[in-house]
C-alpha cells in the first residue's frame, strides 16, 4: 500500500511537468531575449524617457532661431487727451484697430542658449546610457531566468532517475525477500530512502515550477523546449584587470554619470550667462487706426538693435553660479562611486566565474569516482560482501555528485553572462545594441526647417531625435 502511494505521486508528478501552456519549440536564448526586450515595460519606460529628452533638446536649439510674432486687435477707444481737446472734443469715440509684426533674433546672450543646448545634449546622452543600462539588467534576467529553467530541468530529471532507481532497487529487494534469500530490514531500508527520493523530486519539480512561472513573467509565454545557450566563452577577457578596464570604458552606468557631470558643467554657463550683456536684432511692421485719438490711420517700420544689461538682481546670478558649481562637485563624486560600485562588482562576478570553474573539475572527478565506487559495491553486494546500505547510500553519493555538477555548470555559464552584464557588454554581445543619439546627426525635423543650399555657415546643426 506504501508503495502504491509512491508510485502514484511520482506518476502525478510527472504528468505536472509535463503540463503547460502552449509555446513554441526549440527556442534559442537569442530568441527568448528578443521578445523579452520587445514587451518589457522598464525598457519601453527608458526608451520614452529618452524620446522626452531629445525632445527637450530641441526647445533648447530654439534659442538660435529667430522669434516671429502678430498681434492684432480690434475695439472701442474713448480719448480725452490733448488731441482730442485741440478739436474741442473732450471725449473722442472712434474704433480702435491695430495689426503688427515683430521679428526678434538673439544675437548674444552670455553663451546662454549654447549653455542650454549643451545641457540637454549631455542629459539625452545620460537618457540614452539610461536605456542601454535597463536594457542590460533585464537582459542579465531574462538570461539568468533562461538558464535557470535548464538548470531545473537538467535536475529534475536526475531526481526522476534516482526514484525510478530506487523502485528497482526495491522491487529486486523484495522479490529476494519473497524467495527467502531477502529479509524484511532490507525491504524497510529501501522503501525509507525511495520515500526520501520521492520528495526530493516534489521539492525538485516545485523550484522548476518557480523558474517556470518567471520566466513566464519575463518572456511573456510559458517555455517549452529551450535550446543549450551558446555561452560566448571565447568574447571574455583574458584577466581581470582587462574586465575592470573594459567596464570603466562601457559601462552605461559609469557614461551615464560622465554625461551628468557633464550637464552640470553646462548649467555653470547658463548660470553665468545672467552676467552678461544681451544683444538682439529686432524688426517690426506695424499698421494702426484711430490710435490715442488721431482720427486716420498710422504705419511704422522699425529696424533697430537692442542691447540690455542687468544692472543688480539681489545678488540672484552669483548665487545661481555656486549653486551650479556645487551639482558639478555631487555629479563628480556620484561619478566615482558609480566607478567604484562597477569595479567591485566586475572583480565580484570574476572571482564567482573562476571558482565555479575550479569547482568543476573537482565536481567531475568526485562524480567519476562515485560511478566506479557504485558499480563496484553492486559486485561485492552480489559476493555478499556490501550491505544493501553501502548500494543505497553510493548511489545516493553518486546522485548527488551527478546533481552538483549539473547545477556547476550552469551556474558557470550564468556566470559568464553575469560577468559580462558587470563590464556592461552583455547588450552588445548578445546583438541588441542600439544605436545612441548622437548630437552631430539632423534628424528629419531639423531638415525641414535648415534644407537649403544656401544654408549659412553659421548655422548649427540639431541634434537626432524621432518627430
Keep these: 500500500m506504501t508503495i502504491r502511494r509512491w508510485m502514484v505521486s511520482v506518476l502525478g508528478l510527472s504528468a505536472l511537468l509535463g503540463h503547460g501552456a502552449t509555446s513554441v519549440s526549440a527556442m534559442t536564448l537569442e530568441e527568448v531575449a528578443s521578445l523579452a526586450v520587445k514587451k518589457n515595460p522598464e525598457i519601453l519606460a527608458a526608451s520614452e524617457n529618452r524620446e522626452s529628452v531629445a525632445h527637450q533638446v530641441r526647445q533648447a536649439w530654439a534659442g538660435y532661431l529667430p522669434n516671429l510674432n502678430a498681434s492684432l486687435g480690434r475695439g472701442k477707444e474713448w480719448s480725452d487727451n490733448s488731441t482730442t481737446r485741440g478739436t474741442g472734443d473732450h471725449e473722442l469715440k472712434q474704433t480702435h484697430t491695430e495689426a503688427s509684426l515683430t521679428l526678434n533674433q538673439m544675437l548674444f546672450d552670455g553663451f546662454n542658449v549654447k549653455s542650454n543646448v549643451e545641457k540637454a545634449q549631455a542629459q539625452l546622452s545620460s537618457a ?99 535550446q543549450k545557450a551558446n555561452v560566448p566563452f571565447k568574447l571574455l577577457p583574458e584577466t581581470l584587470e582587462k574586465a575592470v578596464d573594459q567596464a570603466k570604458l562601457h559601462h552605461p552606468q559609469i557614461l551615464a554619470a560622465q554625461a551628468d557631470m557633464e550637464a552640470a558643467e553646462s548649467d555653470v554657463g547658463a548660470a553665468r550667462s545672467g552676467l552678461f550683456p544681451q544683444l538682439s536684432l529686432e524688426v517690426s511692421v506695424s499698421n494702426n487706426d484711430n490710435i490715442g485719438g488721431v482720427p486716420s490711420y498710422n504705419k511704422n517700420a522699425l529696424a533697430l538693435l537692442r542691447l540690455n544689461q542687468n544692472l543688480y538682481r539681489g545678488g540672484a546670478d552669483e548665487a545661481r553660479i555656486r549653486a551650479s558649481q556645487r551639482r558639478i562637485d555631487q555629479s563628480r563624486e556620484t561619478l566615482e562611486l558609480a566607478r567604484a560600485t562597477i569595479v567591485e562588482g566586475v572583480k565580484a562576478a570574476w572571482d564567482n566565474l573562476q571558482v565555479s570553474k575550479d569547482r568543476i573539475q573537482y565536481l567531475n ?103
Excluded at 531500508?189 to 527520493?197: K, M, S, V, W, Y
Excluded at 562515485?370 to 548511489?395: C, I, P, W
Design 128 to 226: 540614452s546610457f539610461g536605456l542601454e543600462r535597463t536594457t542590460e539588467t533585464v537582459l542579465l534576467n531574462v538570461v539568468d531566468t533562461y538558464l535557470e529553467v535548464l538548470k531545473r530541468e537538467e535536475l529534475l530529471e536526475l531526481v526522476k532517475d534516482n526514484v525510478r532507481l530506487h523502485q528497482e532497487i526495491l522491487g529486486k529487494v523484495k522479490a529476494k525477500a519473497a524467495g527467502g534469500a531477502g529479509n524484511d530490514a532490507d525491504v524497510q531500508q529501501t522503501e525509507t530512502r525511495l520515500a526520501l527520493a520521492s520528495a526530493n523530486h516534489a521539492s525538485s519539480h516545485g523550484a522548476w515550477r518557480n523558474a517556470f512561472t518567471r520566466f513566464e513573467r519575463l518572456v511573456g509565454q510559458a517555455p517549452d523546449k529551450l
Design 365 to 467: 572527478k568526485h562524480a567519476d569516482i562515485s560511478r566506479k565506487v557504485v558499480q563496484a559495491y553492486h559486485d561485492q553486494f552480489k559476493m555478499g560482501k556490501r550491505t544493501l546500505l553501502d548500494v543505497l547510500n553510493s548511489e545516493n553519493e553518486l546522485f548527488a555528485a551527478k546533481s552538483a555538477l549539473a547545477s556547476e555548470k550552469l551556474t558557470h555559464e550564468q556566470n559568464a553572462y553575469r560577468l559580462l552584464s558587470a563590464m556592461g557588454s552583455l547588450t552588445s554581445t548578445m546583438g541588441f545594441e542600439e544605436k545612441p543619439m548622437a548630437a552631430n546627426e539632423e534628424p528629419s525635423w531639423a531638415t525641414r526647417i535648415f534644407k537649403s543650399d544656401e544654408k549659412s555657415a553659421s548655422t548649427p546643426t540639431p541634434p537626432a531625435a524621432k518627430p
